[in-house]
């Protein structure tokens, strides 16, 4: 009962409540119906206001066609910048491209979009390598020499080109460089790498060096020595020898290097000798002998004959190679077995070391002098010997007077010296023989006589009145020539020339009296 009486009295109070604000919305409806009405009445004045308006607008035309152009202005200027833009994206997404711009060749080779890396890994990897790795290789049987362009000095300007190939439309306003890029695609830019497949001096240093490697002379047989005791020569063997032309290598190697390489087989030409044992054979002996007598000569002379004879048997002249009798034989002297005998000093006859040699340096000159050898030092005696002809002595004496003659020809000279049985002092020469058997001789012609003055007559209070003694004899002197003679093999002459001049000059007498 109670929950029902508290239900009843809670319906109450909210009816009552109800009832005490209905007037208030009551008013409100009533305001809002004022304002409605007094709308109304504005609206229908306002349109009728305006109607009253519309019969006189002039000016509506004029602003509607001005707003329709201007709509059409912005319109236009609208599509305009629409059509720029995308004009400015295309010329932007022309000139970021990567690679090279279309139109770009290097070497007949398009880069097209290649990137700058992937074009030098490109030349790197698979063009330059043709190039600087080319080889050369030279042959000669079983010898061979290889070189490669790097190694003679290659180069390549790529990279240069590369660079400048990928700076092509990359340089001025996007504009400028747009087109540039359109130029290129239109007008292909080609460019070529310029290569120096080698050094020329380092090739022709190269080529040079293996020409004169496999260049070697040819040996011509040749004189090795002389048996004094059996007279004979020995001759070493000839060989060939090997040439290689060197500028016809160099533009053979030049040509093949440039071509791509290869191999080339170097052209040797052999060289035979032109002596040979065989054309030894009778061209080579003794080509003169001279002789002189001894035989009035006593032991001690002799000995100094024999010890210069030994000292000059087995001598070789060298071709161009001046001999000396001094510096051969040497000095005289008593310790090298050499003995007193008689000399001619100053035209008067003396005993001294080692006289009688001159007789050997005489027979020497006389036999150098038919071997065609030329003079170089000559002196004859102050007074004529009696074991050669006047104005074909030879006289020396160490340290004032020498002997001394040139071997003119093209062989070696053996000097064969010794004295025979019957004291015959011989000097024999041998070498290479004169041609189709001619022959020289040497002959003396005496062409003045001198006699001498008056004896000199000297008091000598030891002797007796009216005797007298010789202390010399008067001396006739001399004035000759000596001529070399050239003979055919079958003895007739050919000519003669004036070889040297000789004066033995006079000597008056001496003589004592009491």
């Known amino acids: 009962m109670a929950s029902k009486t508290t239900k009843k009295s809670e319906i109450e109070k909210k009816r009552k409540r109800t009832v005490k604000s209905a007037p208030g919305k009551a008013r409100v409806r009533a305001k809002s119906a004022k304002r409605k009405h007094a709308v109304s009445s504005k609206s229908k004045k306002h349109i009728k206001h305006s109607r009253r308006r519309e019969a006189y607008c002039w000016w509506a035309l004029p602003v509607s066609c001005f707003m329709i152009l201007f709509l059409s202005a912005a319109i236009l200027f609208s599509i305009n ?52 790795n080319r080889t050369l290789t030279l042959k000669s049987g079983e010898k061979t020499w290889t070189i490669s362009a790097e190694e003679l000095g290659y180069r390549s300007n790529y990279l240069d080109v590369l660079y400048t190939a990928w700076g092509l439309g990359r340089s001025g306003t996007l504009e400028e460089r747009y087109r540039s890029i359109n130029m290129i695609r239109e007008n292909a830019e080609w460019h070529d790498v310029k290569r120096t497949m080698f050094d020329t001096q380092l090739l022709r240093k190269w080529t040079d060096g293996i020409a004169s490697s496999l260049t070697t002379s040819e040996k011509n047989a040749q004189i090795t020595g002389f048996d004094v005791n059996s007279r004979t020569f020995t001759f070493s063997s ?135 050898c030329e003079i170089v030092e000559r002196h004859p005696h102050s007074r004529p010997v009696s074991y050669v002809d006047r104005g074909k002595d030879a006289t020396v004496s160490w340290g004032s007077q020498d002997m001394k003659f040139k071997n003119t020809s093209n062989s070696p000279m053996y000097l064969v010296c010794y ?10 020469i041998y070498g290479e023989l004169f041609p189709d058997g001619k022959y020289i001789t040497i002959e003396g012609v005496t062409t003045q006589r001198i006699n001498p003055d008056e004896p000199v007559y000297t008091y000598n209070p030891l002797l007796e009145p009216g005797a007298t003694t010789i202390l010399s004899e008067p001396r006739t002197g001399y004035r000759a020539k000596a001529y070399r003679i050239y003979w055919n093999a079958d003895g007739t002459e050919i000519t003669r020339d004036l070889l040297c001049e000789s004066y033995y000059r006079p000597a008056r007498g001496e003589v004592e009296y009491g």
């Open 238 to 372: 000839a060989s060939a020898g090997s040439a290689v032309d060197k500028d016809a290598l160099f533009e053979s190697a030049k040509a093949m290097l440039a071509s791509g390489g290869g191999q080339i087989e170097v052209q040797v030409e052999t060289i035979n000798p032109s002596v040979t044992q065989d054309s030894f054979s009778g061209k080579f002996g003794m080509i003169t002998s001279a002789v002189t007598n001894a035989s009035s000569s006593n032991k001690n002379r002799m000995t100094n004959l024999q010890l210069a004879c030994d000292a000059l048997n087995g001598y070789c002249v060298e071709p161009g190679a001046t001999f000396s009798f001094n510096e051969v034989v040497g000095q005289r002297t008593a310790k090298r077995g050499y003995k007193k005998a008689t000399v001619y000093q100053s035209g008067e006859i003396a005993e001294d070391i080692g006289g009688g040699v001159c007789q050997v340096s005489t027979t020497l000159w006389n036999a150098a002098m038919k071997a065609n």
């Open 419 to 428: 004295i025979s049985e019957n004291k015959r002092v011989y000097c024999d």
């Open 81 to 132: 910048e629409y059509g720029e833009y995308r004009r400015f994206r295309v010329m932007r997404s022309a000139v970021e491209n990567e690679g090279f711009y279309n139109g770009v060749v290097v070497d007949n080779y398009s880069l097209s979009g290649v990137t700058f890396q992937d074009a030098v890994a490109h030349w790197e990897n698979n063009i330059e390598p043709a190039f600087k």
